[in-house]
Each structure stands twice: as C-alpha cells, then as structure tokens.
C-alpha cells in the first residue's frame, strides 16, 4: 500500500543528473561506506558469538543506529534504507525509493549488485547509494527460514518487520549517504 503510494508521487521527482564536479562527492562516499559495513558486520559476529542470533537481533536494534551516527562524519549522514525494512525508520524517500527499484532492474538485467551505486543532486543535497545484496549470513535473520525462536524475538521488536524472506544474491538494500552542498549557480 505504501509503495504504491509512494510510487504514485515519482512522476513529480526528476533526477538531476550529476555534474562533473559532483564526481569526488561520489568517491569520497563510496570510500565512507567500507569502514561502515565492516564494523556492521563484525557488530553482528561478535553478539552471535557472544549470546547467539538472539543477542545479535538486539545488538542490531540498538547498536546499527549507534554505528550509522559514529561514521557519520565531515558533513555525510549514513545510512542504511530498503524496498523491504525491518525498522520502518530506515523506510526510503522517493529517491531512495526510485533508485532501489532502478538497482533491482540493473540487476534483472545482468549488473552485478556488488558494484552497483546511483548519485544525484537534489535539494541542496548530494545524495549518493550503494546496493546492498543479500549474502548467506544474512539468511538466518532476513531468509525465508528464520529460526522460530528468532523470528519471535524479530516479531516483538519489528512488528512491521518487511525484511524477510529473502534469497542469496537478491538486493537486500543500499547504503544511502548525503550531504549539504553549496548552491553554485
Ligand atoms: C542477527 C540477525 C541479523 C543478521 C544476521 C543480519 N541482519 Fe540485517 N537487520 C537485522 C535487524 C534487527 C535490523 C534492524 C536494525 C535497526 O533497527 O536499525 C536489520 C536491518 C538491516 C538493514 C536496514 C534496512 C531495514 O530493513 O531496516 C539492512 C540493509 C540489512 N539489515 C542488511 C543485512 C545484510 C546485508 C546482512 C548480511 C550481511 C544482514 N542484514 C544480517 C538483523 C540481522
């Protein structure tokens, strides 16, 4: 209901395309996401190892904002978004939104998902993504065959949980990174 909602309001949005001076906005966010990613993973790793999947649902809930805030820095907001949520904070804007649905055409048509970024300027902001895909791991907390204990806990925390039931390989989300820009005319 929602997508489609948000679907009826695009044709509204244009996209700007990036100019050539835009290109190191780019670069510099690509080179932010790494760092962000690995300690995401390593979060999870480590309160598996720690106390199981059930402690890693928790450690996701309150330490994923905690470690988006922490690399969020020299003007860059980072974040994490899907057509798909789990938290409905992490819910898309219309551009976020058109340029998930673009990825996920990308990858119908033979893109690989690992590679696959979109950058654009729109309202004073230089607003870059990178596609997320689903790996392995990720399975026993975004799969199609949760643990019932797990997917209790996930139910009690996310009610609106969306963020399930996904493949290998399949797009899980983006990395979506922004920035105030100066208005040069
Ligand atoms: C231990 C369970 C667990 C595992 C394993 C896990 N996630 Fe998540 N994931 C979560 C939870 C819980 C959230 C909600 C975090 C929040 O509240 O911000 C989440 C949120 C996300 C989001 C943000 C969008 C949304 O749905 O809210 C993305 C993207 C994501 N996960 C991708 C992945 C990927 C890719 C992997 C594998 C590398 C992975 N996750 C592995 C539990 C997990």
């Not at 949005?13 to 790494?34: K, R």
């Not at 819910?91 to 119908?108: G, N």
């Not at 979109?118 to 399975?139: N, Q, V, Y």
Request: glycine share 6%; hydrophobic share 40%; proline share 6%.
């Amino acid at each position: 209901m929602r997508l489609a909602l948000l679907l009826a309001a695009l044709p509204s949005l244009t996209l700007a395309q990036p100019t050539t001076d835009d290109s190191h906005l780019a670069q510099q966010a690509a080179q932010l996401i790494p760092a962000f990613q690995q300690q995401l993973l390593a979060t999870v790793k480590q309160a598996v190892e720690q106390g199981g999947p059930a402690q890693a649902v928790q450690a996701c809930q309150t330490l994923a904002p905690r470690i988006a805030a922490e690399h969020s820095q020299q003007g860059w907001q980072v974040a994490r978004t899907a057509l798909r949520v789990r938290n409905p904070a992490n819910r898309p804007d219309a551009w976020e939104l058109q340029t998930l649905l673009d990825f996920q055409q990308r990858a119908a048509a033979g893109e690989d998902l690992s590679q696959m970024t979109a950058s654009t300027t729109l309202d004073g902001e230089f607003r870059f993504m990178k596609a997320i895909p689903t790996g392995e791991p990720c399975l026993a907390c975004h799969g199609s065959e949760i643990k019932a204990e797990l997917a209790t806990l996930i139910d009690q925390r996310y009610p609106d949980d969306q963020a399930r039931g996904f493949q290998a390989g399949e797009l899980r989300g983006a990395f979506s990174l922004r920035r105030t820009v100066e208005n040069t005319p």
